[in-house]
């Protein structure tokens, strides 16, 4: 069985950081290329960030581009994701999720297997 746990969300003023990380047992992790999602209430989840499984590949959405960064540890099992001049407008529940067997990760959830419960990221004006 496959377990993602996602940490680091919050409450942060707009303008500040945040680190979201994402911890994986139960496959191997350097399998699987990972992605950063997140999902408002009323909203369809939308993609966020990918990262390949090595790591050297990155893919941003064009609203968090310049402002996020994905990367992971593969010796820790690990995603991160570091949140800088966050907005009002990413306040939204943030899951990481894996796409198993794959090098490059897709930017549709339906592309994914495995996904963690989720952590509320919330940015005040």
């Known amino acids: 069985q496959v377990r993602l746990v996602e940490s680091g969300g919050g409450l942060v003023q707009a303008g500040g950081s945040l680190r979201l990380s994402c911890a994986v047992s139960?496959?191997?992790?350097?399998?699987?290329?990972m992605g950063w999602f997140r999902q408002t209430p009323g909203k369809l989840r939308e993609f966020v960030a990918g990262?390949?499984?090595?790591?050297?590949?990155?893919y941003y959405a064009d609203s968090v581009k310049g402002r996020f960064t994905i990367s992971r540890d593969n010796a820790k099992n690990t995603l991160y994701l570091q949140m800088n001049r966050l907005k009002p407008e990413d306040t939204a529940v943030y899951y990481c999720?894996?796409?198993?067997?794959?090098?490059?990760?897709?930017?549709?959830?339906?592309?994914?297997?495995?996904w963690g419960q989720g952590t509320q990221v919330t940015v005040s004006s």
């Open positions: 139960g496959r191997t992790f350097s399998n699987c290329a």
């Open positions: 999720a894996a796409d198993r067997d794959k090098i490059v990760p897709g930017i549709k959830g339906s592309e994914y297997d495995y």
């Open positions: 990262i390949s499984r090595s790591g050297t590949s990155t």
